[in-house]
């Protein structure tokens, strides 16, 4: 890929062990249950197509997506509703899955936006955690990775819309577009 360099972090195959893990951790701890999993769009959907397969209770699945508001006031934490559930979670035990947590501030309105509706419960799956970044803390359940302060791509999380087809998560060199986030 011209201009960038790509280096595999985390490759196919630790990706799809750690789902199995995640998976049976979900199957014992939601025995009996049937829970919600919501993906956010769109980065988490392809961790989240691999993981409802290694899900062993009944589940349904819906969506959500959110937008920051504009480039100049990204990390402020003001983030909008771009797509709602179909779904009615109160009373249910819901499972919001993400792709990577960084400053933690999306997943803090969305949280936010969730309790609203009443669930019985709401725990948080991301496969990748960016702790350095934090500025709001949160609990969350199931992790995949913790990755390093810098820009990644694959496996659902892309880059100005591409690679979110590579099958590992990469970090990605020399892209002014996957820098800027990290000079806010
Ligand atoms: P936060 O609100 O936690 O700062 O950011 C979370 C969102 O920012 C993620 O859902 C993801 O869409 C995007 N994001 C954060 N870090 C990265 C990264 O390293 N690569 C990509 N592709 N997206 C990221």
Not at 20 to 46: A, M, T, V
Request: aromatic share 8%.
């Amino acid at each position: 890929m011209k201009g960038k360099d790509f280096k595999i972090i985390i490759p196919r195959r630790e990706l799809q062990k750690k789902i199995k893990e995640l998976g049976k951790r979900i199957s014992e701890d939601y025995s009996g249950k049937e829970p919600i999993l919501i993906g956010i769009l769109k980065g988490s959907f392809i961790f989240l197509a691999d993981l409802i397969r290694v899900i062993k209770v009944p589940h349904e699945v819906d969506f959500m997506a959110v937008a920051s508001y504009g480039q100049e006031i990204e990390g402020s934490g003001v983030v909008k509703l771009i797509k709602d559930l179909n779904i009615n979670i109160e009373g249910k035990d819901v499972i919001i899955i993400e792709d990577i947590v960084d400053t933690g501030l999306t997943l803090n309105f969305i949280k936010k936006n969730l309790l609203l509706r009443n669930p019985r419960s709401l725990e948080i799956a991301a496969l990748l955690d960016r702790k350095e970044r934090r500025k709001v803390q949160m609990h969350l359940k199931y992790v995949g990775f913790t990755v390093p302060n810098e820009f990644v791509v694959g496996y659902g999380l892309d880059l100005a819309e591409r690679y979110r087809n590579l099958p590992y998560i990469a970090k990605i060199e020399g892209s002014k577009l996957a820098q800027r986030r990290f000079e806010l």
